[in-house]
């Protein structure tokens, strides 16, 4: 698999709090996130490491082979740092397919999520 692209950012609750939201997205109906588009679909969970990593499969049926790596770290106080790393396999995809399914996971997580926790 290629590292297609990466983002690090904090996140105000610890790294279990974001873990749980991670692995279970639909858990608060009253604060939903994972608000996908016509051209995704819900992903599934391909493996966890409490609380520490989740990969998710392809949120996108025309990348069925991409994945999402979370790595989540404590950020020394009491939030978390959260990366997301998108990979793919071969063939790369093309600069504005690959930019639109960057901006997408950006969107999902450091906007969307993030404003679930009140930031």
Known sequence: ML?????????????????????????????PWLRLLDDEQTPQILHVEHPRLVMWSSLWPR????QVRFDLMPDGGQGTQLRWTLLVAEPMPDPSLL?????????????????????
Do not use: H, M, W
């Open 3 to 31: 590292e297609a692209g990466s983002r690090t950012r904090s996140q105000p609750p610890p790294p279990a709090i974001v873990f749980e939201a991670l692995t279970e997205p639909d858990r608060d109906p009253a604060r």
């Open 63 to 66: 990348r069925p082979d991409a």
């Open 99 to 119: 930019g639109y399914l960057r901006k997408r996971l950006n969107e999902l997580i450091n906007a969307n999520l993030r404003s679930t926790f009140g930031q």
